[in-house]
Structure formats: structure tokens, C-alpha cells
């Protein structure tokens, strides 16, 4: 497909707002990632002036460990976000295929992960959705913070306006945030810099129950083990920024003069002014050229709370919405089963096995790889399988595709999904204490 002077490629992956979708300028032959946000969506939500308010300001986040917006392009139907092309992948995909980093290579991450994050909160950006899904690695091994400053744009976006599948998770999200009385960007952001960190020095999440109000429950105590393997400095740098209490929590200020922090530390230099004139402010407001007088739905602004938020402030909900089956095709699926999680773990193991991939069981977690003899194509198929109580007769079976070939996947997720998963017709109610 064509778009002006880029060629639109393969998808490279599925954001939290719509496919993300490799591109080539034909005049200088450069990659770039290209999102694509569907026009009629954000007329429904009323959030037009909201996202170009946004867009203006990521325009302006020039830094190295900040994923570049280049341009805002739109066709009839779609708005196309030119952004900065990181090849190298997730840093959630590097953690879950090699396991944790050394601390001194997770350090440098981390100070690059700060530095940005920092950088952005400088210029009144924040993003509060941080987790290693939005973190990229270039293949220079360098970060590359994706989606900041997007938080205008819900997580429902790209279904159909209702808080369906896409509810992100929570691990990683601040307990003020979970709490939803009002927080600070900043300060949410910088607990979710400590989750990562975590995730990078010990390969495990800090906070983490199959029982989502059990999970609950472990973020507002701050209740985290810290291992003692840890060197001191870094336990302490996890426990500071790990601290419930936002008005006690380290800042990202704090962070910068801590001892552990600065070893071998020496701060990105934000990137020289370059701009090219591409998107001007002219160009966005063509790009999104209807008016909220254009809208159609009545009644008021849609409240910008997430699945989990949703959920906290409920005692007893029906969850069915959250965990419909998706589309195949997607990186990420989940489904609802019946089974135990006992039987799930088993019964996903007899059935990929069947179909000829091997299973690896890391602490409840299967690893599904495709076997060496069976390679053929672009690479070997690789999925994380994980497992989540909603109650005692309901499970979310959740799978995530780390590499390979998308139409042997999509046969795998179907299989599964067909032999494990609650039919349509059954009626999926249930309800989660909080
Ligand atoms: N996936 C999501 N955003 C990306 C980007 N900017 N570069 C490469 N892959 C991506």
C-alpha cells in the first residue's frame, strides 16, 4: 500500500492504539514505523482536540531514548503517525527470551530508561502506561520509549468504544493510579520505571497473583521481595521507587544523584533541533480536520479510565467484555476457559506438543517453541502462555507471540481457543472482589 512517499509494509505490531505498520520513504529509501489510528474512532470519543493537543507536544520530545514522531499524515478514514523505525524489538521480548540482565548492562537500561522518561516529564509529557511492551531496544542495544505522551488516547481505541479486550496490564501500574483519586503523572510514571527495573535485574514482576484482587492488593501494600542476591545499592533503588506512597516515592530528580544510579552514568544529550518543517501545525489540523461540531454521539466526554481502574472502583463486575476471545491474527490473544489453571497448563502442553512444538514450564509459565526440523521461513515460532484466576470456575488463558511465522501462530491460538475456551453461547458472567 502507498501513503504519499512511504510504501506501507508489514505490521510490525499491535500498540495499544491500533497496528503499528513498517513503512518506507521510496525517495530516500529510510524505514520508519508508521501507527495507524482509525478517524472515526477518535470522532466517537470526542477526543479530537485532546489528541492534536498531544500530538503538538510530541512533536517536540527530540531525545535518543524517545521514539521520534516524524509526521501525521491521514487519508480518509485513517490518521497515520510517521514515527521513528527502532529495529531490535521489546525489551519485554528480550527479557522473556534470554532472561533477566546483569546489573550492570539492566543499570544502563535503566538510566537510559530514566533519562527519557525525565527528559519527556520535563517538557509536561507523561506517559502512564510505561511496562517493556512500550520500551523498544535498537540494534545498537539502546532504548527507545515508545507512545509517550498518548495517554489521551484510551485503551479501548482500537474496538468499539466499550472497555473491551485490550485492558493493559496492571502489573506495572502505579497503586494511586489503581486507586483513582487523582495522581501525578510524573510520580505514577516513575513507579512504573521501578516495575521495569525490577523486571530487568530479576527476570520476575515485583507484583504478581493469578487473583487480580489479590494483585491488587500487593501493589497498594508495596508488598514486593526484594531478592538478597541484589547488590545493595539496587535493592535500595528498587525499594525507594517502589514505595506506595507517591508523596514518599523517589523522583526522577532524586534517582539522577543516587550512587548506584551513577555508576558509569553519563546523560543523553538531548537531540539537536532538526526539524525539517514536516509536520506543521497546519498539517495536523488537516490531518484531523473535523470538528467536535462534526460528532455524533451526544451526551458527555467519555471519562479516561482504563479496564483496571474500572475494576477497582467495582465490587462485584461483569468481567465478560474484558476477555472475549480476539482476533488471531493479533500478537496478543486471551480467551476464557473453564478448566483450572492446572488443567489449562496440562492440556495447552498435550495440545501444542501434538501439533509438534516443544514446552518449556518456567514457573507456571509455558514457553511454546517450534522445533528446530520443523523451521521453515522467517524463524522460529516462539510463545509465552500464561495463566489468570478470575474466580475459582474462570480462567484467562493468555497468549503472546515472541517470534515467528503469524499464520502458524494464528493456527495455534485457534486450536487452543477452540479446544479450551468457553463457548460463545455460554454466558461468561462473573464478578471479582476487591
Ligand atoms: N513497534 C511499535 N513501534 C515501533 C517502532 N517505532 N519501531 C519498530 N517497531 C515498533
Redesign the pocket.
Known amino acids: 500500500m502507498r501513503l504519499g512517499k512511504y510504501e506501507i509494509g508489514r505490521t ?2 499491535e ?1 495499544n492504539f491500533g497496528k ?1 505498520k ?1 513503512a518506507t520513504n521510496v525517495e530516500t529509501g529510510k524505514g520508519f ?1 508508521v ?1 495507524i489510528l482509525e478517524r472515526e474512532k477518535i470522532l466517537q470519543l470526542k477526543i479530537t482536540e485532546q489528541i492534536k493537543r498531544e500530538i503538538r507536544t510530541l512533536k517536540l520530545l527530540k531525545h535518543p531514548n524517545v ?1 521520534r514522531l516524524y509526521e501525521v499524515l491521514a487519508s480518509k478514514t485513517k490518521i497515520y503517525m510517521v ?8 525489551l519485554f521480548d528480550k527479557i522473556a527470551m534470554n532472561g533477566r540482565l546483569k546489573e550492570r548492562e539492566g543499570l544502563m537500561l535503566f538510566q537510559q530508561l530514566v533519562d527519557g522518561v525525565s527528559y519527556c516529564h520535563d517538557k509536561g509529557v507523561f506517559h502512564r502506561d510505561l511496562k517493556p511492551e512500550n520500551v ?1 531496544v535498537d540494534a545498537r542495544g539502546n532504548i ?1 520509549i ?2 509517550f505522551g498518548l495517554s489521551a488516547l484510551p485503551q479501548h481505541l482500537r474496538d468499539d468504544g466499550l472497555l473491551h479486550t485490550t485492558c493493559g496490564s496492571p502489573n506495572y501500574v502505579a497503586p494511586e493510579v489503581l486507586a483513582n483519586r487523582g495522581y501525578d503523572g510524573a510520580t505514577a510514571d516513575i513507579w512504573s520505571c521501578g516495575v521495569i527495573l525490577y523486571v530487568i535485574l530479576t527476570g520476575c514482576l515485583p507484583f504478581d497473583d493469578r487473583n487480580l484482587a489479590v494483585l491488587y492488593q500487593k501493589i497498594f501494600k508495596g508488598d514486593v521481595m526484594i531478592p538478597k542476591w541484589l547488590s545493595p545499592g539496587a535493592q535500595h533503588m528498587m525499594r525507594r521507587i517502589l514505595d506506595p506512597n507517591p508523596k514518599t516515592r523517589i523522583t526522577a530528580a532524586e534517582i539522577k544523584e543516587d550512587k548506584w544510579f551513577k555508576q558509569g552514568y553519563s546523560p543523553a544529550a538531548p537531540e539537536e533541533d532538526d526539524d525539517d518543517g514536516l509536520l506543521d501545525m497546519h498539517d495536523l489540523d488537516e490531518a484531523f480536520s473535523f470538528s467536535e461540531a462534526e460528532q455524533v454521539r451526544d451526551g458527555k466526554a467519555p471519562a479516561f479510565i482504563n479496564a483496571f481502574q474500572l475494576i477497582g472502583m467495582s465490587s462485584s463486575l461483569d468481567l465478560s467484555g474484558f476477555f472475549e476471545k480476539e482476533d488471531a491474527s493479533e500478537r496478543k490473544i486471551r480467551f476464557t476457559s473453564n478448566y483450572s489453571a492446572k488443567e489449562l497448563l496440562e492440556k495447552i502442553e498435550d495440545i501444542v506438543t501434538q501439533m509438534g512444538f516443544h514446552v518449556l514450564n518456567k514457573n507456571g509459565k509455558l514457553k511454546v517453541v517450534q522445533s528446530r526440523k520443523d523451521l521453515k521461513g522467517p524463524g522460529s515460532l516462539c510463545i509465552m502462555t500464561e495463566v489468570f484466576e478470575l474466580n475459582p470456575s474462570l480462567y484467562v488463558v493468555e497468549l503472546r507471540k515472541s517470534s515467528g511465522d503469524i499464520a502458524l501462530y494464528r493456527q495455534l491460538c485457534t486450536k487452543l481457543a477452540n479446544d479450551l475456551g468457553v463457548s460463545r453461547s455460554q454466558p461468561l458472567l462473573t464478578s471479582i472482589a476487591c
Do not use: I, M, N, R
Open positions: 510490525l505490531g500498540g503499528v513498517y514505523a501507527k521514539v514515527l521513528e523505525y527502532v529495529k531490535g524489538g521489546e523498544l527507545k515508545s507512545d
